[in-house]
């Protein structure tokens, strides 16, 4: 299963700019809060999707990359001994409707030639489920983790309010929100840091039949992501 996750993964993203993260103990406990800054953004959970919920027989499946261009991309040099402008990551996700306007999404993530591994899920409410003339609202909570990395334990948790309004195939869709981030190295001379990010987003879901292909910006702290998805929508 592991092996098809990572075929599905690289036939997503050929061209991964990535590297190991094993020398944090090259940052002073500054840098590493910058650096603790934009792996947060870049592992953040990220949906790329609008706030209509998708109904109790809904699915949504398929793989997705997100990009993101780091505020401190010499911290990253330091730590993996490579150059990296960007950390770019290939997923795949599923997620399925429930009753009373609830979603629920999983996400699994391997970077390849990293140590990095990913996993994620989220919990969506539709505050309002949209129509005709009126957009859709859905509050939507996230949580990620990342796995592989030997000197450092990450996980983020968000929250965040998206608005949609579908017009014939095209339905654009924007949001802000809050997330925590955790990140404990296991090196000496460097202490865990918890903070919280502001994120805000904007993006636009295509419907071609059952095929649904997704665009998404989004400003995190100093760092910025795109992010673009292949599913199955129904």
Known sequence: MRKTLFLALTLAAPAVNAADIDNLGALNQREF??????????????????????????????????????????????????????????????????PFGIDVGLMYATVPDSNVDLVGAELRYALVEGGVAMPAVAVRGTWSRMDGVDQLDLETRGLELTVSKG????????????????SDPNVTLLNDESFTLSKYYAGANLALGLLSIGLEAEQMGDARSLGGKFALRW
């Open 33 to 98: 809060r910058h650096f603790s800054e934009d792996l947060g953004a870049a592992l953040s959970y990220k949906a790329l999707a609008p706030a209509e919920p998708l109904g109790v027989t809904g699915f949504d499946i398929g793989v997705e990359v997100t990009s993101t261009r780091l505020g401190h991309s010499d911290l990253f040099e330091r730590v993996s001994d490579e150059d990296l402008d960007s950390v770019v990551i290939p997923k795949v996700y599923a997620h399925k409707g429930l």
């Open 167 to 182: 017009f014939a195939m095209l339905t654009p869709y924007a949001g802000v929100g809050q997330v925590w981030v955790d």
